[in-house]
């Protein structure tokens, strides 16, 4: 499978710091920050640093520091947010997935309790 970065896309212009976010955490390989439009108490979206389209190119292609570094963020923004109470973590994946922002992004959601998984 090919994997198209397209580096216009509104999380690349975050990471190169040309539109501002609410940053909740960073480290070298991460960066985390509060969704524009929140749909849960908690709603954080969690990117790599790297050029990744989705959670299977991101699994494929990142080396095992990225990997590790990101999922270290994923640890952090959980210890952060409070999140004891559970969570849920979803990563929408291109056109079945509908996803809107085609760099890879991990949304962390809770901070009340979420209804079922999928609604249809
Ligand atoms: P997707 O549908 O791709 O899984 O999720 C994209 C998410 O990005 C949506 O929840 C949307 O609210 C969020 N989003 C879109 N544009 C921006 C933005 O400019 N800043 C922030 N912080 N979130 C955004």
């Known amino acids: 499978m090919e994997y198209a970065y397209d580096d216009q896309n509104i999380f690349a212009k975050i990471l190169r710091g040309e539109i501002p976010n609410k940053t909740v955490y960073e480290n070298d390989y991460a960066l985390a920050f509060e969704d524009i439009a929140p749909q849960a108490p908690v709603h954080v979206l969690i990117i790599?640093?790297?050029?990744?389209?989705?959670?299977?190119?991101?699994?494929?292609?990142?080396s095992a520091e990225e990997q590790v570094g990101f999922m270290q963020a994923?640890?952090?923004?959980?210890?952060?947010?409070?999140?004891?109470?559970?969570?849920?973590?979803?990563?929408?994946?291109?056109?079945?997935?509908?996803?809107?922002?085609?760099?890879?992004?991990m949304h962390i959601l809770g901070g009340r309790q979420l209804g079922r998984m999928l609604q249809d």
């Open 48 to 62: 790599p640093k790297g050029a990744y389209v989705s959670l299977d190119h991101f699994a494929r292609d990142a």
């Open 74 to 105: 994923v640890a952090e923004v959980c210890q952060i947010t409070d999140v004891k109470d559970g969570f849920r973590s979803i990563a929408n994946t291109r056109t079945h997935g509908v996803q809107d922002v085609p760099h890879y992004h």
